[in-house]
């Protein structure tokens, strides 16, 4: 599996972004798909997610009501719709892809069976 984010950038506090996630290869045994960022001399951290299976989301609840994750299945996409940004907001967001075997799109940390993205940096200012 190979994921390409883009769409990071810098804004001004209570702007949006989106951030895309481009993937390709076999999705067959990935359950989940979802979007971690990190801050420098922290844990990545997931933020949003969507469960391949029936679709069901989940956010962190720094994020809920701000950040919308979707997907668009004909294109093996999966977005991130960032709005009202704060600047705690500001870090380098990674895409993900979590197999059956041992993967997981929540929690803190960087589990070594997801499939990562290259990141992207999303910087936000007051």
């Known amino acids: 599996v190979q994921l390409v984010e883009s769409g990071g950038g810098s804004v001004q506090a209570g702007g949006s972004l989106r951030l895309s996630c481009a993937a390709s290869?076999?999705?067959?045994?990935?359950?989940?798909m979802g979007w971690f960022r990190q801050v420098p001399g922290k844990e990545r951290e997931g933020v949003a997610a969507?469960?391949?299976?029936?679709?069901?989301?989940y956010y962190h609840d720094s994020v809920k009501g701000r950040f919308t994750i979707s997907q668009d299945n004909a294109k093996n996409t999966l977005y991130l719709q960032m709005n009202s940004l704060k600047p705690v907001d500001t870090a380098m967001y990674y895409c993900?892809?979590?197999?059956?075997?041992?993967?997981?799109?929540?929690?803190?940390?960087?589990?070594?069976?997801?499939?990562w993205g290259q990141g992207t940096q999303v910087t936000v200012s007051s």
């Open positions: 290869g076999s999705m067959s045994y990935i359950f989940c």
């Open positions: 969507i469960y391949t299976s029936d679709g069901d989301t």
């Open positions: 993900a892809a979590a197999p059956t075997f041992g993967g997981s799109c929540r929690g803190r940390g960087a589990p070594d069976k997801n499939y």
